[in-house]
Nanobody, 126 residues
Framework: QVRLVESGGGLVQAGDSLRLSCAAS??????????MGWFRQAPGKEREFVAT????????SYADSVRGRFTISRDNAENTVYLQMNNLKPEDTAVYSC?????????????????WGQGTQITVSS
């Protein structure tokens, strides 16, 4: 079982930076058993992939829309995954959720993730 709690959301202006955190409480396995991902859902749109990081933190992958602006990282000693977001744009406005995948391989796909946080709202004003 994994419980995920996001923090760090808020209202910012275009061009600002923000860092999201996702703290994981894990039982039955260790945090390093899980690849982690960030997804977002804008009003009226489907949830979409943002970024993912491998179990040891060696590999990362990003959606084209955020590559070069967002950075995903993890601290396995603290059971936490981060999303550093720079040069935010109004189109980044969404609820951002972190997710944990125990056995997934195609980690940009929502179906690969077994556990989800409640999400945190990011609003970027122009």
């Amino acid at each position: 079982q994994v419980r995920l709690v996001e923090s760090g959301g808020g209202l910012v202006q275009a061009g600002d930076s923000l860092r999201l955190s996702c703290a994981a409480s894990v039982s039955g396995h260790t945090f390093t058993s899980y690849a982690m991902g960030w997804f977002r859902q804008a009003p009226g749109k489907e949830r979409e992939f943002v970024a993912t990081i491998s179990r040891r933190g060696v590999g990362t992958s990003y959606a084209d829309s955020v590559r070069g602006r967002f950075t995903i990282s993890r601290d396995n000693a603290e059971n936490t995954v981060y999303l550093q977001m720079n040069n935010l744009k109004p189109e980044d406005t969404a609820v951002y959720s972190c997710a944990a995948s125990y056995s997934g391989t195609y980690l940009s796909a929502i179906r690969e993730y077994e556990y989800w946080g409640q999400g945190t709202q990011i609003t970027v004003s122009s």
